[in-house]
């Protein structure tokens, strides 16, 4: 692809800036669903979390990690309530993302011209998935301790240059220089995860408007009022979340204090990681772990070329079969590693992680081809 292509691609798909703020409410296709209103949902949610993460910050001492939760916790003015926040923000905003990824594939959103889209997307899944790793390694439980450990164990015995960035990324043993630096990076990759978020959305909305609705309708007020319906919605569900379930998918063996000479009987992540953790398990090596998550995602972003369907088809009803597969396949990867470790769970994690596989390298090139014909 020459270089003058490329920049037409990438232009077609993510305008300049400056050209966008002409018109800052675009006209849209009447009648599209609530589950459209994700991507507002998660920059909310995402600005939400910065906000209460620098109050946060601003009592964490690296040094005494889990004392410094339960001091925010216990002493500060409304600590508890802050915390809350943050937590119970966390699993809103990826049950968002989630939710926005798979209706992307049930959809086939990621189609062309949507591919940009599709990728910065997948980019700003990652990256929140490696900044929630992050935010839970700083709570320095008994659970996280060792997940953190066991991180920087394998990141040290690496050789060439991925051990010369795991030593660089996590400067040593587990310890307080480690949260320290852990501390600096959750803050950084959550910026870059909220830059990310902003040209997805530039890239979105070139998108729409790209393609000429057949009942047109002004955003606002239509959708502006759909929106804000969408987020009383996602707060009331937030608010029931984090006064009744505050802890809900999370490890209740992290609340007691680390220990680096007892092991947790299960360590299992939060719910959000699950999947990815338990795809990384299925590898016994360190350098394996890394390269099974990698190509996880790989596998998901590479999504737009493995379909073989023409960018308008609509979804044959064995694509959609085989996507509620694909959901239950995830929710059994993030459960296999959730249970107590037994033969049973570690050989459905395999089966979990082989099917994975084989849904979007075998069956998603074969089924779209098909239904294409």
Same mark, same amino acid.
């Given at each position: ?43 909310? =949610? #995402? @600005?939400? &979390?910065? *906000?209460? +993460?620098l109050?946060? /910050? ?8 889990f ?83 066991n ?26 220089g480690?949260?320290?630096?852990l501390?600096?990076?959750? =803050? #950084? @990759?959550? &910026?870059? *995860?909220? +830059?990310?978020?902003? /040209? ?22 239509y ?35 680390s220990?680096?000479?007892?092991v ?20 016994s ?44 396949? #995830?929710?059994? &990867? ?6 107590? /470790? ?12 082989i ?19």
């Amino acid at each position: 692809m020459s270089t003058d292509v490329k920049k037409s691609w990438l232009a077609s798909r993510l305008p300049c800036p400056a050209k966008e703020a002409g018109s800052c409410a675009p006209t849209l296709e009447r009648g599209a669903p609530y589950a459209a209103t994700l991507p507002a949902l998660i920059t909310g =949610a #995402v @600005l939400f &979390l910065l *906000a209460s +993460g620098l109050v946060l /910050a601003v009592y964490y001492n690296p040094a005494h990690g889990f004392d410094s939760i339960q001091f925010i916790a216990r002493n500060v003015n409304s600590g508890w309530l802050i915390q809350g926040f943050h937590t119970t923000g966390v699993t809103m905003l990826f049950a968002a993302v989630y939710w926005l990824l798979f209706r992307d594939i049930y959809t086939g959103a990621y189609r062309a011209p949507g591919e940009l889209v599709w990728l910065l997307r997948v980019k700003l899944f990652a990256l929140l998935l490696l900044v929630g790793w992050l935010g839970y390694t700083l709570s320095d439980g008994a659970v996280s301790y060792w997940s953190l450990t066991n991180a920087t164990t394998a990141a040290t015995a690496l050789g060439g240059v991925a051990g010369v960035i795991g030593r660089w990324f996590f400067g040593g043993p587990n310890g307080a220089g480690t949260l320290a630096r852990l501390e600096v990076f959750h =803050a #950084v @990759l959550a &910026l870059a *995860a909220l +830059g990310t978020l902003g /040209a997805s959305r530039c890239a979105a909305r070139a998108l729409a408007r790209q393609t000429k609705p057949q009942h047109p309708v002004s955003c606002h007020p239509y959708y502006t009022s759909q929106t804000f319906a969408a987020f009383a919605v996602f707060a009331l569900i937030f608010a029931v979340l984090m006064f009744f379930a505050p802890h809900y998918g999370l490890n209740p063996l992290n609340r007691a204090a680390s220990d680096s000479l007892i092991v947790p009987a299960v360590l299992s992540p939060p719910w959000y990681l699950s999947p990815v953790s338990a795809v990384a398990s299925v590898f016994s090596t360190a350098a394996g772990s890394i390269f099974g998550a990698i190509v996880m995602l790989a596998v998901l972003a590479a999504l737009p070329w493995l379909d073989r369907s023409s960018p308008n088809s609509k979804r044959g009803l064995f694509y959609r079969l085989l996507t509620g597969l694909l959901l239950l396949d #995830v929710i059994g &990867l993030g459960w296999s590693v959730s249970d107590p /470790a037994c033969t049973i769970s570690g050989s459905l994690t395999v089966v979990f992680t082989i099917w994975y596989f084989f849904h979007f390298l075998v069956l998603t090139p074969l089924v779209t081809a098909l239904e294409a014909k």
